[in-house]
Nanobody
Framework: VQLQASGGGLVQPGGSLTLSCAFSGFTLDYYAIGWFRQAPGKEREFVAALRTNNNRYSSDSMKGRFTISRDSAKNTVYLQMNSLTPEDTAVYYC????????????????????WGQGTLVTVSS
């Protein structure tokens, strides 16, 4: 099982960015995918998750700005981020967890077994 996050970079406040998580060694039939982020000096934070039935969940603080989606044919999950602010600056990680995770378990990083290497998003003028 491997995941690789990409698409990070420098973006101005108010801008948009789309992150990609390319995965291999499994299908979305058996795993949920989550996006997390970690800013310097802070705990890893839940951003969004997508389950096998394509139900999607986002952190309340990012709902309406961040959208998770998938392209099963390309084995890729995306995180579309809009209206970015400097507070969104962080390393963003994608992770895979069991498809059996209940909804409340999707929000905890400890419930994900496989992690990508992270991609840095910097929001600054």
């Amino acid at each position: 099982v491997q995941l690789q996050a990409s698409g990070g970079g420098l973006v101005q406040p108010g801008g948009s960015l789309t992150l990609s998580c390319a995965f291999s060694g499994f299908t979305l039939d058996y795993y949920a995918i989550g996006w997390f982020r970690q800013a310097p000096g802070k705990e890893r934070e839940f951003v969004a998750a997508l389950r096998t039935n394509n139900n999607r969940y986002s952190s309340d603080s990012m709902k309406g700005r961040f959208t998770i989606s998938r392209d099963s044919a390309k084995n890729t999950v995306y995180l579309q981020m809009n209206s970015l602010t400097p507070e969104d600056t962080a390393v963003y990680y994608c992770a895979a967890g069991s498809a059996r995770l209940i909804v409340s378990s999707l929000f905890a990083a400890s419930n994900y077994h496989y992690w990508g290497q992270g991609t840095l998003v910097t929001v600054s003028s």
